[in-house]
């Protein structure tokens, strides 16, 4: 039984989900306003640019796993789906964020996709965690080495995203730069040390 | 004549229909009321959900039968298109319960929801049994067990759909209640006795 | 030079086009005034039903022709961007059908659903006439006469397109009419007389 | 480690992002004002053409590109998510454009406009050198004849976008008529001179 199928599947809502993020940055004025409404509206344009970098490192996780996955079950299957409706979830609180950043709203704003992003963490460790312990769909000639690999560089992701969605409660502002960073750090750091094999 | 494509063609409808459910899910308030807003928005959640987790075992199904499947004709590339139709209409139901659950709109968004899901069923089946018929389209390797045990697990859907429909007629909620333990009791079942080769 | 990634392409357009229809699906009314909303809504449900149904023969139709090409070049990768171009416009012309049915705006609606068939009509002869006059595009191991019989069964839509766009101006519900009955009667008539070898 | 699941992606975003196009088209008017509001939304359909197939050329050159190149690394897939992110966010400016082609707001909407087109030209170029500066991801079989032509035709984008934006300073209406030609000239100039070879 191929992973084929179940790729295609997941390839198509990472896509959908990050190209709908555009739908929901608008903005509305009158002729001669447009260029100061324009520049204000840049939150929608940052929370546009951090979900769509999620759902982007989300992908290439994704695919990195199935170079170690060779097979899929039935409960793998409705693992994916389950971790795919978080995904898909996220461009509602990309737009509380964008349209709440400067106002009171902004708590209730980021606790919401602080709440995404950890079921989104806890779904990918979920699906991964499914998969490689005991080997369960992981590929008889990958290297176990490589897979421990894979397993550490995605502990930490859910408790860190609890955490910062934690911090929310505080500050939520700082809750939303952590998220931010998060996505940057990955960026930098996997395209500075991951092996060009390294499932990419 | 391969099945490939008529697999790509459903797989982005029911990728894209999943992820469109996220466009109707949506809370206006002033930033001071936002967070009880998302709160009181919870049937708009519920219903989501339910509608994912729909539209993912509607796949998973669609792709277990592709195993037993490997050749098509016009009227099946049809037959297809009007199930697919069909569950591209989903998003509408889904939305009308997720604003009026709480509201003189329950009835009447069950029923809109109900005879979706009726529908969606009898295109399921109609997909499935213009194919096993007289094994019409069934590859010749196929194990005519598996094929008669596929079948047998798909004749209750579509009665069950009606009947719940039908009881929206006295009770909304208990209809939509049912429609969300359908799903559910679908991926649990299946999960726990799916056989890792059933398909999946 | 292989056709994949444009039948990619293309599948893509198709699927999100179609789905998207359901997008405009619309009613707002008080709870209590839901039921009788959803029912005044049937012109809305047609012209989904309808337009669903034209791209799914379009998809068809695309799918089948790729039976007998089996290369590209720029002028009709691009013929192919026009043609899906005038394909993705169709959900505009749509919900103006399933709005304006019954009131003044009805003519109008029924002139830019006409104009946009007849558009998608010209776009996909452009597209099957290119590749296959002079056998540009089409597979060597290609029997001729099935090249022909595809021509032949191509050159009446866009007459037909344009005529039913013409009528229109006398009187849009038989236009509408016309439009409807030309995609059920390609679905029955290639579900009866197709053969299962007829590039589908 | 292969191409494909890049191209899947890539192909899914600019499926995605030029169908949704046609959600921000939209027409306001009573029944009997329809036509009439019809006609003067031309605007907004000259903006639907030339950002689909702007979106379109783009699709083509990144298909031309991967006939060159045949491997990836984590750098080139978050170069590649980048890039799709300016690509996903063009349906917002093209609703400005549409929207503001016959009020004050078209300065401002020309620039949003051309901004975009400049930062999707960058993200194009980045995608390509990143590949084949030093053949760091360039098959071996590939021709560097044919890479440094790919090479020198990609080098006038951004800048002949970014001057097209700073016209936009003095004259947005001769702005966007310079995005328009740039579209339509690539489109004649390939058809024409492209190879039936060219990556296509």
């Not at 992973?3 to 599947?9: C, D, Y």
């Not at 190209?19 to 929370?47: F, M």
């Not at 969605?165 to 750091?189: C, D, G, Q, W």
């Amino acid at each position: 039984m191929s992973t084929a199928r179940l790729e295609t599947f997941a390839d198509g809502v990472f896509a959908i989900a990050a190209t709908l993020l555009i739908i929901d940055v608008s903005v509305h004025a009158e002729g001669d306003e447009l260029g100061r409404a324009l520049l204000d509206a840049w939150p929608q344009y940052a929370a546009y640019a951090v979900s769509f970098l999620v759902i982007g490192v989300m992908w290439v996780n994704h695919h990195a796993a199935f170079t170690q996955i060779n097979r899929v079950d039935r409960t793998f299957l409705f693992i994916n789906v389950g971790f795919l409706m978080s995904v898909a979830f996220l461009p509602f609180p990309t737009r509380l964020v964008g349209e709440h950043l400067q106002d009171d709203g902004e708590q209730a704003a980021a606790l919401a996709y602080g709440i995404t992003m950890t079921v989104i963490s806890l779904g990918f460790a979920a699906f991964w965690f499914y998969a490689a312990i005991g080997r369960r769909l992981i590929d008889e000639r990958a290297d176990q080495r490589r897979v421990t690999g894979i397993s550490r560089s995605y502990l930490p992701g859910a408790p860190y995203s609890l955490a910062a969605t934690l911090v929310a409660l505080r500050n939520p502002t700082v809750s939303l730069v952590l998220f931010a960073a998060m996505a940057i750090f990955y960026v930098v750091e996997s395209s500075l040390f991951g092996r060009a094999d390294e499932g990419a």
